[in-house]
């Protein structure tokens, strides 16, 4: 996806996220889930994108993967912002995460590191 091939990238993503289907690693799968869903949204499929990130955060809460959990629901709310639909893009944002709770970045280049170390949200 990252080299520009977006429909070849979400083909890969759907073949890991078949692969990790019973093998336990529900983290991985959760993180597959998540680029698999952009993927889809970048190549403007936006009612599978849909599917695959309520999946995945649905995945996400059972398994209490916070960082998974507000990554998903910010995922919603930027669908919601670009559907028009502020008030619902808000409700998601204020659900994005807990206070306190670490948030692991979205993926990035090789190399590239954030300077402070990984993000939080605000403290209680």
């Known amino acids: 996806v990252m080299l520009g091939n977006v429909a070849a990238g979400r083909k ?14 529900e983290k991985a799968r959760s993180w597959i889930k998540f680029l698999y869903a952009e ?4 190549d403007g499929d936006l009612d ?3 599917l695959i990130a309520e999946d995945g955060l649905r995945m996400s809460e059972e398994h209490n993967f916070e960082d998974q959990m ?3 629901r910010a995922f919603f709310a930027s669908i919601a ?15 994005r995460v807990p206070r ?3 948030v692991v ?4 280049p090789a190399g590239v590191q954030r300077p402070d170390g990984p993000c939080r949200s605000p403290a209680p």
């Open 48 to 50: 599978a994108a849909k």
């Open 39 to 42: 993927s889809c949204l970048l």
């Open 100 to 102: 306190g709770v670490p």
């Open 12 to 25: 890969a993503l759907e073949l890991a996220d078949e692969g990790l289907r019973d093998s336990g690693r």
């Open 81 to 95: 912002i670009e559907e028009g639909h502020v008030d619902e893009a808000r409700r998601w944002f204020q659900r």
């Open 105 to 108: 970045p979205a993926a990035r």
């Open 70 to 72: 507000a990554r998903f």
